[in-house]
Every structure is written in C-alpha cells, then in structure tokens.
C-alpha cells in the first residue's frame, strides 16, 4: 500500500538542510571515493592472499579453507551490495527519499554470513594448529559458537526490519520508520565483532608467550597477529558509527562510515586468517621460482639479463647437452653475444680460473662444437644459473663451474664420461649432481670445472606386477612418491621433497620405511652405472655384484648411477606429523625417544625423530616428527610424546607426497648451511649429556645472524642396521643395540660467520664424542649422507670395509678417475 500516493519521492530529499540550502542531489560531499578505494585495495588483497592459501593447501584442504572461500564469497557480495549503495553515503538532505532500494534489504541479508565466516576460519585454523593446545582447542570452539550466537540472530532482527511486510511496498519500508527500528540490531551485529575480534587476537598470546625466545623476536612473531588488532580497530570503528545511526540525524554519512568499517573489518579477517598459509606459498612457489631464483643468482652473482628459458622443474625448456657458464668476474650482456665477443671471451674456460692439469676449452673443441652450436648455447645461459639456483646450499650454488652438462641418457652420460676422461693430457675434472641436497659446497659442484647435472634422468616406470619401479637417478623422491601413492604404492626412499635420489641412495639412505626395510640402498635390487671407460653397465646380485655392494654407501668413488631398480610395497596413506614442544618438556621426550628406540621390540612401523633447535627468531623448541606407516591414528606407541603439553603440531593421516612436501615447507632453502653427524648408543644418559652440549654451544650460535641451529636424533635400531648387514660396506655388525644417528644443522646468512658457524660446530660434535666415548657409548659410525666436510664417513665403517671398497674402485675404475677427476663428495682415500 502506497502511503504517498501523489508524491515524487524523488524530488524530495531525506530531510532539510539544517543550513536551510536546497538539496544537492547532484555533486554533494560523499564518502562513495573513499569507499571504492578502500574496496578495490582491500578486496584485492584479500583475493590474492586467499588464492595463495588455496593453492598451498590444494590438495589437502581442510575445513577452515571451504570456510575462508565462503567467507570470501560473502565478502565480495557485501562489497557488491555496499558499492551499489554508495552513491546513498552522502547527507541526507542531499538524498532523495526515492533512492532507498532493496539493495539495503540485501546488504543486511549478507552482512551476518559476511562478517562470521571469515571469522569461523580462524578459529578452525587455531583449531588445526594448535590441536594439541587444549585451552586453544576449546577457546576456539567456544569462539565459533560465540560468533555465530553473535552475527546470526541479530541478523535475523536486521531482515525483519528493513523487508516490507504483508501489504508493503519497498517503498513503504523507508517512510514506516522500520529500519531504524532495526538499528540497535545492528549495534548488536557491531558488539559482537568488537568482542570477537579481541577473543582471536588475545586467544593464542599465551601460547606465544610460553614460547622461548629473545624478547625481539617475540615481538616479531606478536606482530604477526598485530595485523588483526586493525581488525579491531575497524569493528570498534564500526561500532561507534552504528551506535550514531541511532541520533538518526545524518543517517546516509553514518551509514557510509559504517560501511567503511565492514569493508575494513572483513576483508582484514579475511587477510589475516589466510597470511600464514601465504607466507608458506611465497616460501614454497615464488621463492623457488625461474624467476625469483635468477634474479637473487642475478643479484648475488651479478650475472647477465638471459631471457629464462626453463620449465616448472627449472629445467631447461629447450634440453640441450651443455650449457656454459661465464667466469664470475666478467659476464657477457645478451646483447654483446657477437662471434668476435665468444671467441675472445673464451667462455668455456674463464682466464683467470687455474686449472693445473686439464684445459676443458680443449677437450670440448675436440668434440666439433662449431660457432653456431655455442652461440645457441649461450643464449641458455639463464638454464646455467638455474641449474646452480636450485641447490640446497647456498654455499654450492655459489660455485661456478665452466660448464653443465644437462644429459637426458644414460648414453649421453657415457658420451660426455667419454669426452672428459677419454684425452689423458687434458683430463677434466668434473662434479656429479642429482637433487643438488648435499650441504658441502663442492660435492655435486665444481669450480671451472664441468658439473654433470643429472636432473633430466627423471623416468619412473612401474614394473607390471607391481614389485618393483625403475627410478631415473635424477628424480626427486617426492615426483617418485606423486607417481606411486597414486597406485596405492610406495619404495624405501627420503623422506624430504626436493632431495634427489641419486645422492640418497649413494649414502644409504633413512626412509619413514626403514625399521620395516633396512637402509633404502638395501631395497636397491640394481644399478645401471656409467664407468670411467663410458661403458653402461648393471649391477645386481648376479653381475658386478662386488660393485652393487659397494654402491650402497660407498659415494660417487666408482661410476654414475642413471638409473636404479628398487623394491616397491603396497602403502596406503598413514598417520604422523610434527609437534612441538616447549624447552620444559626435553626430558620426557629423551625417556620417550630411548623406549620407542628399542634395540628388542623396536616396532617396525615408528619413525621418529626428536630434534632440539634454536633460531634467532623462535628461539629454543623441541619438536618430535611422527609417523607410524599404516593406518592407525594416535597409536598408542607415541601415547607418550602426544600426551605432552604441545605448542602447535600438524599430526595427520595422509600419503608419502604430502609428508614429503610438508618436510620441505620447514627447510631453509638459499642460506648458508653446515650438517655434521655423530653416532652413540641410544641410553638416556648419552642423549641428555649430547643434549647439554647443544644448549651450551646455543649461546656460541647466537651472535651470528639469522642462524638457525638445529640438533636431530634418529633412532637407529638392529630393525634398521641390522636388517642385511652384509648387503652394505656400513660393518655396523649384528649388535644387539640400538643406535642414534644425531644430525647437527645450521643455517645462516652470512659469510662472515662462516668461521664462528664451523668453529662452534667442531667443538660441538667433539665434546659429544668424549662424552659418549666417556660413558661408554661412541659408536665411530658417521652417517655420510649427514657427515660435515671435515668428517671421513667412509674411513668410519672400518679398515676392513675400506680395503674392500678400494678393491672395488680399483677394479672398476683403474684410473683412479671417480677417485681424482672427480673430487667432490667423501673420496676413498
Ligand atoms: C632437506 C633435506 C632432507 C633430507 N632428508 C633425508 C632423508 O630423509 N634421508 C636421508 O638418508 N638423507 C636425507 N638427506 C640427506 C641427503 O640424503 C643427502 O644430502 C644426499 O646427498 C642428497 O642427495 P642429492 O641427490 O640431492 O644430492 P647431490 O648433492 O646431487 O649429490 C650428493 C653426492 O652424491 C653424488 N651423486 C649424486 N648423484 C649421483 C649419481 N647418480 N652417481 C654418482 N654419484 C652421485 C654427488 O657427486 C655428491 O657427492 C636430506 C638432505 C636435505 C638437505
């Protein structure tokens, strides 16, 4: 029913002036700019943040994202519906009465969801970090009911208002005074966002505070968090502009203050409960890509502008065998790649790098490279870079070999062992390279030399009665996992994504499998290995079985592995994840950690791995990495560790790919890194005197910036070691004890800390040899895939093992090739 029948509500404004001038409808003063701006910059922030989270989360995602994409759906509606309003932000004596529509009706139907389920994300996100945090646990779930008690019915109030009733048109909502009635409604809607707010700023501070680290670094990681105090700021913001609708007397300009104050409120909510998983996409995806990789080895190395020309992988788009580098000191600009400029840069062989026996410029003339060949080769040299951005140290990304050499076979391997050995005068030396995760500089790289980067060797073929897989040596485990998981498999391979499988194997190798297979090279059943002559050939129990032993752990002594054959099992996904714990609570996990690592009744099943850290920005924690490898959640085995007050965790069932990715999401990638390993006897007096020593030499660690140290034991029990004892030149015997790998790492930034950083390290690994050798449990054992550059792993598995490793090498590469022209990785003395 019309109540104006023969009035144009469009004539007349919403009230007079009080200046008693006539209504501007035109171009009065408006908040509708500030408003559109505010959007734009904030919805698009909260878009891409939230496409990040996604993204990461994609193949796990969890309640809290479907959550956020709601929330964000309503977002944009509130946005929609706010932005088609905003030309009513104005004063009222400037609006006309006939402007008020439905989109009022909409914007009060959307604001409750809007503003309650980015909120609701939060809470379930503190709810899957902090899972193991019973106060958080249950303040969160207290904090979604709250919400929802908070937003819903006071939106219901708000619908109720401003919706024509029986008999109504729009346009009788506006003179019948009903929406105003609804105003207190919506100071309920802005009380319980100012309440909300502060509970998910103030909820997890507890926790943070328990944690033990320097005061500024405290600060850095509230800051985090302090993002959401401008959340509060907006809701309280929100709440003084609602309560002011209440004098009705400018109604249109409080209301675009309010709604200004949702845009803030939400789109913040949105921003800060998708930063964390962002942070991990930037670190994950933009950190490691073409892009950003070549412009930090642009800015560190100062290299020239290559267009990139490389895939997702960083491989080379357009493979080509060999790909030349330039001498650090002076680098080639694209635009100066003119004949005259190659022949006289010599690129090959940069002039000032002396290389006493050999002149690769020689050896690669040798093999026909015309003009052209090298022109188009060095029009890669952003394939160069990348190959030398994707190691794991920074310190072997840092070295410039000649040449890399980018074989997609096992026959070009042979071809180019050929080239480089094949010319005794002028024999190269050269550097062998799978995954690129060994920390010491020179191990699969070589200054002036040529590095053979075995990435392109990446098939993985599943044999047709499932047992077995080919692996090319160049995968990374996690691609090898990807393909398997898939088919309800999976083989005793690293843990970690990223980490080749070439260097592993050579190592041994320590799987979540292992207590149930042995070391991953003894689930090897062969290797096709490129000798020092060129030729190809396999090595399994039957053939060259000398050389199959010596593979499993004897390092890159005798030949290059292309491919392996190894064992596959049937697996499912499993439970296990990470916890962490606060300094307070070492003790427990030492007395956990010593019966888990049974030497009797070890269960086959258990991985674990009890670490001690520091880092200058989370200070000192203890962390536990679970997994037990079949489908049993919260078994009781670890009852003892999961029952301790944890600080946050991600225990999950889930398969081998995502465990892998998430172990790599915690690595500090493009640093300074140093590993060194010790091995001892697994008591608790052992592991606590190894556990005084690392808080001491914490405070030695600390004046170096940025440093992240972190000291890990790896139960070693006769499952593991014992379970083929001669299959491997390991000699750890048949004793009936079980042993810890302990793995020493650090992680800094600059090089001016190098000596302190190597310094402390050495006292460190050497104070716990004399405290174990003290107490009765030194085991000389030095884990290669762990040792620092310092330590000779392969003297360690004893006098006997090393005479047979040199008959080996001697019988298979006379020359001594594997042993001197390639010199990086442990050398058989
Ligand atoms: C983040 C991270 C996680 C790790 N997780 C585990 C784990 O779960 N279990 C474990 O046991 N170890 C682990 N390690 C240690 C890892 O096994 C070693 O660093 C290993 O050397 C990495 O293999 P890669 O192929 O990436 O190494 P690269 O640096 O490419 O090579 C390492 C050495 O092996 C030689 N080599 C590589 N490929 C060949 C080949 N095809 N033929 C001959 N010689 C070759 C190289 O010349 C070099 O000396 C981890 C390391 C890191 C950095």
Request: glycine share 8%; aromatic share 12%.
């Amino acid at each position: 029913m019309d109540q104006f029948p023969n009035v144009d509500l469009c004539a007349l404004p919403l009230s007079a002036n009080p200046d008693g001038s006539p209504p501007n409808f035109d171009d009065p003063p408006s908040l509708q700019p500030i408003l559109i701006a505010l959007t734009a910059i904030l919805l698009t922030l909260a878009t891409v943040i939230t496409a990040g989270r996604l993204y990461m989360n994609r193949n796990a995602l969890k309640l809290a994202d479907y959550c956020m994409i709601v929330g964000l759906a309503f977002d944009i509606g509130i946005a929609s519906v706010l932005l088609a309003s905003s030309n009513n932000y104005r004063h009222p004596w400037d609006t006309p009465i006939c402007w008020y529509t439905t989109l009022t009706f909409v914007e009060v139907l959307v604001v409750g969801p809007a503003l309650f389920f980015p909120k609701a994300a939060i809470f379930l996100f503190y709810l899957q970090i902090f899972s193991v945090n019973e106060v958080i646990r249950i303040g969160s779930k207290i904090g979604l009911v709250a919400a929802f008690l908070g937003y819903f019915p006071a939106s219901f109030a708000l619908i109720y208002y401003d919706a024509p009733h029986i008999g109504q048109t729009w346009e009788d909502v506006i003179t019948s005074g009903y929406p105003e009635k609804g105003i207190p409604g919506g100071i309920a809607i802005g009380v319980a966002s100012v309440i909300v707010d502060i509970y998910i700023f103030i909820l997890p501070l507890p926790t943070i505070f328990s944690l033990n680290i320097a005061r500024s670094k405290k600060i850095q990681l509230i800051c985090l968090f302090t993002t959401a105090f401008f959340g509060i700021v907006a809701s309280v913001t929100c709440l003084v502009f609602r309560v002011k609708l209440l004098g009705l007397d400018d109604i249109g300009w409080q209301s675009g203050r309010v709604a200004i104050a949702i845009i803030a409120e939400n789109n913040v909510a949105i921003i800060v409960g998708s930063l964390p998983a962002f942070a991990n996409f930037l670190r994950t995806y933009v950190s490691q890509a073409t892009f950003y990789k070549s412009l930090r080895s642009k800015l560190s190395f100062g290299s020239s502008n290559y267009a990139s020309d490389t895939d997702q992988h960083g491989l080379p788009r357009n493979r080509s065998l060999w790909t030349f580098g330039s001498p650090p000191k002076r680098q080639l600009q694209y635009h100066e790649l003119s004949n005259s400029a190659i022949l006289t840069s010599r690129v090959t062989v940069p002039d000032d790098v002396v290389i006493a026996t050999h002149d690769t410029d020689r050896i690669l003339r040798t093999v026909g490279f015309s003009q052209e060949t090298r022109i188009g080769q060095l029009s890669e040299a952003s394939t160069y870079e990348s190959s030398l951005a994707s190691y794991f140290s920074i310190q072997a990304t840092s070295v410039r070999p000649a040449c890399i050499v980018s074989p997609e076979t096992a026959e070009d391997v042979a071809k180019a062992v050929r080239i480089m050995t094949g010319y005794k005068r002028y024999a190269c030396p050269f550097a062998i390279r799978s995954g690129g995760h060994a920390a010491k500089a020179n191990a699969a790289n070589i200054e002036g030399g040529v590095t053979l980067d075995l990435r392109l060797l990446n098939s993985v073929d599943v044999s047709p009665d499932k047992l077995s897989v080919s692996i090319g040596v160049g995968n990374t485990w996690d691609a090898v996992y990807s393909k398997l998981d898939s088919m309800n498999l999976s083989v005793n391979g690293g843990r970690t994504a990223g980490v080749g499988v070439g260097g592993l194997i050579l190592g041994g190798g320590i799987s979540y499998f292992g207590t149930r297979y042995g070391w991953t090279a003894d689930t090897i059943t062969n290797y096709e290995v490129v000798l020092a002559d060129g030729s190809i050939i396999n090595t399994n129990v039957r053939e060259n079985s000398a050389l199959f032993w010596a593979l499993k752990g004897g390092g890159n002594n005798f030949g290059i592995i292309t491919r392996i054959n190894i064992n596959a099992f049937a697996q499912g996904p499993f439970w296990g994840g990470f916890l962490y714990y606060p300094n307070t609570v070492w003790g427990n996990t030492v007395k956990e950690f010593v019966n888990i690592n049974s030497a009797t009744a070890y269960d086959e099943y258990a991985a674990l791995t009890l670490s001690w850290g520091y880092s200058s920005s989370l200070g000192t924690l203890v962390a536990c990495n679970m997994q037990y490898t079949t489908l049993v959640e919260n078994p009781p085995l670890f009852a003892g560790l999961t029952g301790l007050p944890a600080l946050f965790g991600n225990l999950q069932i889930t398969n081998m790919t995502q465990f892998a990715l998430g172990l790599r999401s915690q690595q500090v990638y493009g640093e300074r890194q140093l590993w060194a390993t010790n091995t001892f006897i697994s008591t608790e007096a052992s592991i606590n005197a190894t556990y005084r020593r690392f808080n001491e030499s914490v405070q030695a660690f600390m004046p170096v910036a940025n440093i992240t140290v972190a000291y890990t034991l790896e139960p070693l029990p006769p499952a593991l070691y014992a379970r083929k004892v001669d299959n491997n030149p390991f000699n750890l015997g048949t004793k009936n004890q079980s042993l810890v790998i302990a793995l020493f790492t650090a992680s800094w930034t600059d090089p001016a800390d190098d000596g302190r950083v190597e310094k402390t390290t050495r006292t460190l690994t050497s104070a716990i040899e004399e405290d174990t050798r003290r107490l009765g449990a030194y085991n000389p054992f030095l884990y290669p895939n762990y040792a620092a550059p310092w330590q000779n792993p392969i003297v360690s598995y004893g006098a006997e093992s090393v005479g047979r490793l040199q008959k080996v090498a001697r019988d298979f590469d006379p020359h001594g090739v594997f042993t001197r022209q390639v010199p990086g990785g442990f050398k058989l003395t």
